[in-house]
DNA sequence: GGAATAGTCATTGGATCCAAGGATCCAAAG
DNA sequence: CTTTGGATCCTTGGATCCAATGACTATTCC
């Protein structure tokens, strides 16, 4: 799928603003003034409010008109039925992946998830790296770029850092995780379909639990002062 | 799930300039120039910028740095692939629905598909147009906004009007959607969940197959001359 | 006569300019 | 002391201006 990429300038920014917004830089419900951003990055306003444009399409932000654009503070409920909705597209994913996988496959996703296996020292940020990776993996192997393509703007509407503080903060969060990983990795070698999709829906679910619990915590913090 | 709708008239203009491209009004592979879009809109060429970044996003038009913007020509297989994410999603949905319907969701399930029941006299377009409120209504009763949300995004990549001229020219294939959707109402009614879901899901991809068996013959057409 | 190169043209991309609208702050009145 | 009304300011949205680049054409050389 050839990426057409209207203007790399364009594209950039808005991959910049993101980054910034991802990684946490940028913190969730901070205001993002236009000029800032162009001073900030040394343009104009102009490629600015286009790759706004571009971020609220992907729903990472909001913008009120005359109001400006904020970074989107996602509902629990919202996270919810995202993750609904990835559980299943990842889901699908796996299943198509059992019969299009290869050894060499296998043993790719044994790399990652051995990267975070209980008890090896990580530094921060790598054990979501790690987890993108694997679920990256599998994407590639299913062989379906709409699939992929539909799961990645799925998964640019929350915050990164955020699934990484999850992680981070919870070595029982991760130890599952991991746990979980390998059941996936067992059920593709061992061709059965039905298990590798239904395991994967149950880890995405439990990711996204995991998540919008994270946010619930955060609001009942936020309002309290 | 309140649209923050960044601005009117770059909206307005978006679903203006898509409104022509489903309609067929400007047809697969037309040039756009934001000149003559300005024009013809009676605005400035910066929100009709905007206006396609926009629509790029969404993956109706292809733009090229410096050459402009064509409306994109789905390949088959992107076609297929694209059914078949939309396949996933739609049973899903169905699947959901099932829990969820009431006694006035069925009946309106029943007229919308009343409407394009062998033998009836149908206008142009009124058969994509009871489709369309056929699932949209299930998407509804789904309870998942993002779900109707992804949905209706992956329905914006193709034009609308081919749908239209593959359920036109062919009234077996019209036949066979009504009873399709029949299955899928008695499916509901029995609250059998496994087979809504396979039977919603056997429907979008045998839809998705006659617009891509469409788009093969047109591009074998083109190539002849 | 054909091909290559240079020059012109058309169209997009980015910057700047101007208008419009909402928020905030201060003052005045109840 | 509180509330309301107005004025000012800040920020965004749309229009216009200028630069850059790819396409088209014509001319010249082989």
Same mark, same amino acid.
């Given at each position: 799928?050839?990426?057409?990429?209207?203007?790399?300038?364009?594209?950039?920014?808005?991959?910049?603003?993101?980054?910034?917004?991802?990684?946490?830089?940028?913190?969730?419900?901070?205001?993002? &003034?236009?000029? *800032?951003?162009?001073?900030?990055?040394?343009?104009?306003?102009?490629?600015? !409010?286009?790759?706004?444009?571009?971020?609220?399409?992907?729903?990472?932000?909001?913008?009120?008109? !005359?109001?400006?654009?904020?970074? #989107?503070?996602?509902?629990?409920?919202?996270? &919810?039925?995202?993750?609904?909705? #990835?559980?299943?597209?990842?889901?699908?994913?796996?299943?198509?992946?059992?019969?299009?996988?290869?050894? *060499?496959?296998?043993?790719?996703? !044994?790399?990652?998830? *051995?990267?975070?296996?209980?008890? $090896?020292? +990580?530094?921060?940020?790598?054990?979501?790296?790690?987890?993108?990776?694997?679920?990256?993996?599998?994407?590639?192997?299913?062989?379906?770029? &709409? +699939?992929?393509?539909?799961? @990645?703007?799925?998964?640019?509407?929350?915050?990164?850092?955020?699934? $990484?503080?999850?992680?981070?903060?919870?070595?029982?969060?991760?130890? *599952?995780?991991?746990?979980?990983?390998?059941?996936?990795?067992?059920?593709?070698? $061992?061709?059965?379909?039905?298990?590798?999709? !239904?395991?994967? @829906?149950?880890?995405?679910?439990?990711?996204?639990?995991?998540?919008?619990?994270?946010?619930?915590? &955060?609001?009942?913090?936020?309002?309290?002062?």
């Amino acid at each position: 799928m050839a990426k057409p990429s209207a203007s790399a300038l364009v594209d950039d920014t808005a991959a910049e603003i993101r980054a910034r917004i991802m990684s946490g830089e940028i913190p969730i419900g901070a205001q993002l &003034r236009q000029d *800032d951003l162009a001073k900030s990055l040394g343009i104009s306003r102009t490629p600015v !409010r286009e790759a706004l444009r571009q971020l609220q399409a992907g729903g990472l932000i909001e913008v009120m008109p !005359r109001r400006g654009a904020v970074v #989107r503070v996602p509902a629990p409920w919202d996270v &919810r039925e995202t993750y609904e909705v #990835r559980a299943e597209l990842e889901g699908m994913a796996c299943e198509r992946a059992v019969s299009r996988i290869t050894g *060499d496959g296998l043993r790719e996703l !044994r790399r990652a998830n *051995d990267a975070v296996r209980p008890g $090896a020292i +990580l530094s921060a940020g790598s054990s979501t790296a790690a987890n993108d990776e694997f679920h990256t993996l599998i994407h590639g192997v299913a062989g379906n770029e &709409r +699939l992929a393509k539909v799961i @990645r703007e799925i998964n640019e509407a929350f915050p990164r850092n955020v699934s $990484a503080l999850v992680l981070q903060d919870n070595p029982r969060h991760r130890e *599952d995780n991991f746990h979980e990983h390998e059941r996936i990795i067992a059920a593709l070698e $061992a061709e059965d379909a039905e298990t590798a999709r !239904r395991e994967m @829906r149950a880890h995405v679910l439990s990711a996204g639990e995991q998540l919008a619990r994270w946010y619930e915590r &955060r609001s009942a913090t936020v309002f309290k002062g």
